[in-house]
């Protein structure tokens, strides 16, 4: 992970770029330490997330790592990425934007979901496609996307598993923006700017707020339960064994 502070605002890279930034957990250990750092630094106003490289946000999580999981498992990642980490960005006192510069996949898209605002570039990918791995999203995902771009669209992207593009995102309201690769970094900033001539404490108590509006911690609870079931599922193992050994999976 880089992190780069200029004019009041942490630029943090998701630096995996070999694995088109794919989340493992001591990336997310280490994301949970920065947000902390982060939140007591009187001299950051703005958060931006980015992913290295041309080609990905965050193409999802590194699904190597957690191929031979079961339920117990499965429950303990996903209340470690929900919790210490996806938690703590969608109820940060700072604004925290997702810079989405390619492919925001699974647990990418979850991340940029738990961000307060998403600028994607025009050639950006968004999808949640774990049901083709026989997992559902377990980092927040299906309660988050259900309430950007309602129900029936969460259905049909989470049930399809396929990608939709920027344009579709920005149509749904899942993405704030739309912007040329070249614009990306020029927008973020603009919109930073706006955002730091207010007042932070109100910006703080306005987020708390906006949140408190939405939540229901039980949808929450219940798909930590569902998630971590797919790990005992045959599907599950088929998935990600297609997926390593880079075939179709046989369901």
């Known amino acids: 992970m880089k992190i780069k502070i200029q004019d009041k605002i942490a630029w943090i890279s998701i630096n995996r770029e070999e694995k088109l930034n794919a989340l493992n957990i001591s990336m997310l250990e280490e994301i949970r330490k920065n947000l902390i750092d982060i939140r007591g630094n009187k001299e950051i106003f703005v958060v931006v997330f980015l992913g290295s490289g041309d ?32 938690d703590l960005i969608e109820n940060f006192p700072k604004p925290i934007i997702a810079g989405i510069n390619g492919y925001a996949l699974g647990g990418g898209l979850e991340l940029a979901m738990a961000c307060h605002l998403r600028v994607a570039v025009n050639t950006a990918k968004l999808g949640l496609p774990e049901v083709s791995l026989g997992l559902i999203p377990g980092y927040g995902g299906t309660q988050r996307l ?22 579709k995102a920005y149509a749904l309201r899942l993405v704030n923006k739309v912007v040329k690769r070249e614009n990306l970094i020029d927008s973020i900033s603009e919109i930073a700017n706006k955002i730091m001539k207010n007042s932070p404490n109100a910006i703080a108590k306005a987020i708390e707020a906006i949140n408190a509006a939405e939540k229901n911690p039980e949808g929450f609870e219940i798909e930590k339960e569902k998630f971590s079931e797919c790990f005992e599922s045959k599907d599950f193992k088929e998935g990600v064994s297609a997926f390593l050994d880079k075939r179709k999976p046989r369901f």
């Not at 498992?73 to 919790?83: D, F, I, T, V």
């Not at 259900?146 to 344009?167: C, P, Q, R, W, Y």
Request: charged share 30%; aromatic share 6%.
């Open 55 to 86: 080609k990905a946000f965050i193409a999802g999580a590194d699904i190597s790592e957690f191929s031979k999981y079961g339920k117990n498992k499965g429950l303990e990642l996903a209340k470690k990425g929900q919790e210490n980490v996806l």
């Open 146 to 167: 259900t309430k950007l771009v309602g129900k029936t669209n969460a259905i049909e992207m989470i049930l399809s598993g396929e990608m939709i593009d920027s344009e």
